[in-house]
């Protein structure tokens, strides 16, 4: 089945600095990757998400890219809040399957 | 939340006792899932349902059992074959396919 690692497992940015966080996953007929905030204390939420035909998605100071030949996946946050600190989740879908989560990354972004 | 609710927000469980944690949602959508999320161990599946009446495992099913005999509800027992049942756990809802996955705000389950 579907195996999806996410790293870091643990990040800490300067306020205004930029996070990069990294996914890759094991079966090529995946085809939907989304990212996933979750704050302490409360239920993940979708953030941003990207499908195998598009490149690259951006939204506001998110962005997320897809390498589909490298299985890689990527969200990036460019200057950095400290509300952006939270857990970050990685996911990959491949169609009427539950979706396939990283072990999250844990966001500290300091004042 | 958007209309789904888990309740209670904190649970406490005796040893040998059966525990339910309750999901209700009114989005009408087809699918819903739980999952168990310990520190550093990401989500977990343990069971889903696509469909009323029926349902499956997930990764980490035993010690679980769950029931879908409405939509709008799909409450998880934690049994006492579960041995360490404390964590914290999400309930979801997808609509079509299993694509974009919407949480509740989780119940706390702990052990006295």
């Known amino acids: 089945g579907e195996n999806v690692e996410q790293h870091p497992s643990t990040l800490s940015v300067q306020e205004g600095d930029s996070a990069v966080i990294k996914c890759t996953y094991s079966?090529?007929?995946?085809?939907?990757f989304p990212w996933y905030k979750q704050e302490l204390g409360k239920g993940p939420q979708l953030i941003i998400d990207i499908r195998s035909n598009v490149g690259e998605k951006k939204d506001q100071r998110i962005a997320v890219t897809l390498n589909k030949t490298a299985k890689h996946f990527s969200l990036h946050i460019t200057e950095t809040q400290p509300e952006d600190s939270a857990v970050y989740f990685c996911a990959a879908y491949k169609g009427n399957t539950p979706l396939v989560f990283g072990k999250g990354t844990r966001l500290s972004v300091i004042a | 939340d958007g209309g789904i609710t888990q309740s209670p927000k904190y649970l406490f469980r005796k040893e040998g006792q059966n525990v339910t944690l309750s999901c209700e949602q009114n989005l009408n959508h087809d699918a819903m899932y739980w999952y168990r999320q310990d520190p550093g161990q990401g989500l977990r599946l343990i069971y889903y349902s696509q469909i009323v009446n029926d349902f499956q495992k997930g990764d980490i099913a035993e010690g679980y059992s769950v029931s879908r005999e409405k939509k709008e509800s799909f409450p998880l027992t934690v049994t006492s074959a579960q041995k360490n049942p404390t964590a914290f756990y999400l309930c979801?809802?997808?609509?079509?396919?299993?694509?974009?996955?919407?949480f509740g705000s989780g119940t706390q389950l702990s052990v006295l």
């Open positions: 079966d090529s007929a995946s085809n939907y």
């Open positions: 979801a809802i997808s609509d079509s396919g299993n694509e974009k996955l919407f």
